[in-house]
């Protein structure tokens, strides 16, 4: 069976069909098409395309969704967000349409924009590859300006105990992590870099909250950014992290192009080039190591999971991590950070 004949068949998702169908957007029969960049699981959200006289709509579903609050709550960030860009124009958010009355369904303007991530695949050219650097700099850097308040200071005591009781997660009974030994080190140095930061000054900002390349559509003169879910005040140099990590993990630099954050220099200067000033440099280099660590963390205990996707996901990050963090050790034999596509061209090693 098809996804769009699930879709149909499901009696919640049609009621909320119907309901937004009362608005006149779309039409009470219209069938539901899927959404190829979404990132589809087997749980109760569920994202497709819907068609109306006005154009199409990205339609999110979730059931649960009702006593969270979170459909409600994300068309709120969204506002806020979007008032923050309204004096740049060329800088947004996806539009939302409609908020369902019942809180199972939120429906926004579908912008068919590449996101970053297939804009990346898509280059074809060093130059091409550093402006989607640039352009997610550029947007997170007019966020970020008109938000900026008051100074925070840096705390991340909470890692240790976080890297512990992922240690010690319910999963690895069945799951072992795929690299304990290897995750203790790294876990050794990146307590050396919390210790560093501790109490340095960085500004508190309106930030995205999950802000991966799978977030921004980069338009011809448009870059909008979706999925706000996570968006709140926060310290900016997480948001530029994760951007910078999730994007160049996706790609095979050279050795000597491999800076102390663990990301291409090149495509970091890109970033930053659109970004505009930040932090002191060793100052970001540390959050974006300690931004890569907490995600292998995490892979470390899906890897054994058999999906191909997962696993090459796990060496990318294994590999650059130990590239950076502990530069004696070469766990595959070759080029520590390049698993999947050792030539020089940076292509995309993984969706």
Wanted: aromatic share 6%; glycine share 8%.
């Amino acid at each position: 069976m098809n996804q769009q004949s699930n879709i149909t068949q499901d009696s919640a998702i049609g009621a909320a069909i119907r309901r937004f169908a009362e608005t006149g957007l779309v039409p009470h029969d219209v069938a539901p098409r899927p959404i190829t960049r979404a990132i589809l699981e087997d749980g109760p959200r569920k994202i497709f395309l819907l068609d109306g006289a006005g154009g199409t709509y990205a339609f999110k579903h979730n059931p649960s969704a009702a006593k969270s609050g979170e459909f409600s709550k994300e068309a709120k960030r969204l506002a806020r967000l979007g008032g923050y860009l309204q004096a740049t124009p060329a800088f947004g958010v996806v539009e939302v349409v409609w908020v369902d009355p019942e809180g199972e369904a939120l429906a926004t303007r579908f912008d068919p924009s590449p996101t970053a991530r297939e804009a990346l695949a898509m280059a074809d050219s060093e130059a091409a590859r550093r402006e989607v650097f640039a352009r997610g700099g550029r947007w997170l850097g007019t966020l970020h300006r008109a938000t900026e308040k008051k100074t925070d200071q840096i705390d991340l005591d909470w890692i240790g105990d976080h890297v512990a009781r992922l240690r010690q997660h319910k999963s690895t009974t069945v799951r072992p992590h795929a690299a304990p030994d290897l995750l203790d080190r790294m876990t050794a140095v990146i307590l050396e870099d919390v210790a560093a930061l501790k109490g340095i000054a960085v500004p508190s900002v309106q930030g995205h909250g999950d802000f991966h390349g799978g977030n921004l559509l980069l338009g011809k003169d448009q870059t909008n950014a979706l999925d706000c879910t996570a968006s709140r005040r926060s310290n900016p140099l997480f948001d530029i992290a994760d951007y910078l990590s999730d994007l160049d993990l996706r790609c095979n630099p050279e050795e000597d192009e491999i800076g102390a954050s663990g990301i291409d220099e090149n495509h970091l200067l890109a970033f930053l080039d659109g970004y505009g000033p930040t932090s002191p440099p060793d100052v970001l280099d540390r959050v974006i190591r300690i931004t890569m660590f907490l995600k292998f963390c995490k892979i470390t205990l899906l890897a054994f999971a058999g999906d191909p996707v997962v696993r090459r996901r796990f060496l990318a990050q294994r590999n650059r991590l130990t590239h950076v963090l502990l530069p004696g050790e070469n766990v595959t034999g070759s080029k520590p950070f390049s698993p999947i596509r050792p030539s020089r061209m940076r292509s995309p090693n993984a969706p």
